[in-house]
């Protein structure tokens, strides 16, 4: 069984038409910076990587690509006023993921499926 998360936010908003955005998604938690290239996420930082290279774009691009593939529709808030940063992120409308990808990612981040 899996676990609820989100007390059925996203059931709601797509139930409902709401759009939700995602709000510094690099961030692995409270202060505590991103999940790209950190040692607590080997697995998710391999499998960024490859697709990475695949597309030839940076994991950041990768990670939000996964974002924008979700079936809820998400908008990405980056809060960057980096350029670099910006042109990363903006790289993520032109990754193609196919499910099979959505989901190898969201297992290498440690979640499961039902």
Same mark, same amino acid.
């Given at each position: 069984?899996?676990?609820?998360?989100?007390g059925? /936010?996203?059931?709601?908003?797509?139930?409902?038409?709401i759009?939700?955005?995602?709000?510094?998604p690099?961030?692995s938690?409270?202060?505590?910076?991103?999940f790209?290239?950190?040692?607590?996420?080997p697995?998710?930082?391999t499998?960024?990587?490859?697709?990475?290279?695949?597309e030839?774009m940076t994991? /950041?691009?990768?990670?939000?690509?996964?974002?924008?593939?979700? !079936?809820?529709?998400?908008?990405?808030?980056?809060?960057?006023?980096n !350029?670099?940063?910006?042109?990363? /992120? /903006?790289?993520a409308?032109?990754?193609n993921?196919?499910?099979?990808?959505w989901?190898?990612?969201y297992?290498a981040?440690?979640?499961?499926? !039902?």
């Open positions: 069984m899996s676990i609820n998360r989100d059925d /936010a996203l059931d709601y908003c797509r139930l409902h038409d759009t939700i955005q995602a709000w510094s690099l961030q938690g409270f202060f505590k910076g991103t790209l290239d950190n040692p607590k996420f697995e998710l930082n499998v960024l990587e490859k697709f990475a290279q695949r030839g994991k /950041a691009a990768i990670a939000l690509a996964w974002i924008l593939r979700h !079936p809820a529709k998400m908008q990405v808030i980056i809060g960057s006023m !350029p670099q940063h910006i042109e990363e /992120a /903006a790289q409308g032109k990754v993921l196919s499910h099979h990808d989901y190898e990612l297992l981040a440690g979640k499961y499926l !039902p």
